[in-house]
């Protein structure tokens, strides 16, 4: 069945969104909400879609979508979500989906009352073919050792916060900061690989309003640590690593996944990523779409989603705790 | 005034170490310390030089040299100080110079008693043209945002831990593990660039004995953290990092300082690096002999190396103290 699909938000994200469910053609695009109608428009025109603009958040839900796709400000999330399963739409959400483990129970909760809505937290990079190739690779090493994740590029927005401004992204009064943006990827990829930590605990060099501009994150498991290393004030050239014994993992970005070089040892490497596909939403709307339409063949892979997207969010909510990170979200009832 | 050496240890580090003194024209050798004769019989041959060989280290403390260079295993080189300054000898020791902080301060005490004698921990590359290429672009920069520091290299004697073998340089009783080896040159690295820092907090994966093989450590200063990632039980491909704004300088081996990218922005980068002597441990016998024949003129300079030295054997103290990492030094009255 091909997917009706509304969307919230209209930033870049949004389009490439709407291009890989075009792309996948699992997916129409049937509603665009904006309190801007007008930006409905360009992305009908761009799209070459006719998806119906709606300036009102109500009627948008109440029209005949099967899936809402969140892309709001993150602190705008959680109760788009409700509002979604409420009107029994599946959901895409942005990472990170929620702010706090009360809202994740919330969403769970409100889950549970509409069995046959689906909820999947859009971390896109889990989904490509190579981060699989990575996880096949460690279940090939003799032994793991730890690993460095990093994940962190100046955002245009800092020049703003310099020059006395507050933009959203480095505001913690919405949640902003480099945790629950850049760091998410990071954070993800260590939770999908190596599960749960045992201990957790965040190093943020924190701005003047309060919010992370950058930080060192460190995992804990029995066997080694994780650490993860994730920014939006600064550029950083360095690759992130799976340490074996000789051997290690290699791969350029932990978010883009383009190369993966395993290095059996300092003289030998091979490449063993695949070309990514140009959009790299393709991979995860691929699969949402999967699941929806085939619940019964996926329970199990949607139950490790939904695990993977409570443990992430946990580990998030533990390690700002470490650092003193507070939202409003952490004060609601 | 050409400088008379005496050695003790005979490994590849004592060989690299007098081929630089020689190079240098500062040095000659007139001393081997070796339980093994015929090692010195091997240098001489080696380097074209009539060293006096002893096996005895009363005798070779005894003996007409003006300098000791102590490149023994990390739990002798405290006495073999001691003696040497209270023969009146120059010291330069290999890094870590002891392992305490009470030992440091034994040291120090000592160096009163003997007010002509020169105390120097060889930290080879802080005294590098390159290092100092590092400090003056960080001076240049706008602003600094943190750092990471990598130095994690596999060593063959971990295939004899894994054997089931004890080697001294994974073994706690020899002081042994990651951060009293290859981890010094990092924290090396971070307090000579930017101080004594106001935290720290070392996470160390340890081996079944005990030994850190593994491990990262935070150094929190008022503005920025630093990350320092270092192993001898695997390996890393990953570069060093200096954090600016949208500027990074990155340096692809905080040890060797073979070459040093200052990257303007992610498409502008420009080498600043020069080619270093093929003999790392040449810039510092040069420094030293410098200090140790025109001291009037060096003094502050002097100080200000002897306190950088104390100031690591702080930092590592404490980083061991934050993963209940102890020697038996530590118990040493």
Chains 1, 2 share one sequence.
Not at 113 to 125: G, L
Request: aromatic letters at 12%; hydrophobic letters at 40%.
């Amino acid at each position: 069945m091909v997917l009706k699909v509304g969307t919230i938000g209209t930033s870049w994200i949004t389009e490439q969104f709407i291009e890989a469910i075009l792309a996948s053609r699992e997916y129409d695009l049937g509603a665009i909400y904006s309190r801007d109608a007008s930006k409905a428009k360009v992305i009908n025109e761009k799209f070459a879609t006719n998806a119906t603009a709606f300036t009102d958040l109500t009627a948008f839900f109440a029209s005949d979508i099967d899936v809402v796709y969140i892309a709001s400000p993150n602190a705008l999330h959680y109760r788009q979500i409700l509002q979604a399963i409420e009107n029994d739409k599946h959901v895409i959400v942005e990472k990170p989906a929620v702010i706090t483990p009360m809202q994740f129970e919330m969403v769970y909760s409100k889950l549970r009352e509409h069995p046959n809505v689906r909820f999947f937290e859009a971390a896109r990079h889990i989904h490509q073919p190579n981060f699989k190739k990575i996880a096949a690779q460690i279940e090939k090493m003799e032994q793991i050792q730890g690993a460095t994740f990093v994940y962190n590029k100046y955002s245009s927005r800092f020049d703003d916060f310099l020059a006395g401004k507050n933009p959203n992204v480095f505001n913690p009064d919405f949640a902003g900061g480099a945790i629950e943006d850049l760091g998410v990827y990071p954070i993800y990829a260590a939770v999908a690989l190596f599960g749960l930590p045992k201990d957790a605990q965040y190093f943020a060099t924190k701005l003047s309003n309060g919010a992370d501009g950058r930080g060192t994150a460190i995992l804990r498991y029995p066997e080694f640590d994780v650490t993860l290393i994730f920014g939006k004030n600064s550029n950083s050239y360095l690759a992130s690593e799976i340490y074996g014994l000789e051997d290690s993992i290699v791969i350029d970005s932990i978010a883009e996944l383009t190369s993966i070089l395993y290095h059996h040892n300092p003289t030998e490497a091979e490449q063993i990523a695949d070309l990514p596909h140009e959009n790299p939403m393709l991979a995860e709307v691929t699969v949402f779409a999967e699941i929806i339409n085939n619940f019964d063949l996926h329970n199990q892979e949607y139950r490790d989603l939904l695990m993977l997207s409570q443990r992430v969010n946990n580990v998030i909510y533990q390690l700002r705790q470490t650092a003193a990170l507070s939202f409003p979200a952490d004060q609601e009832k």
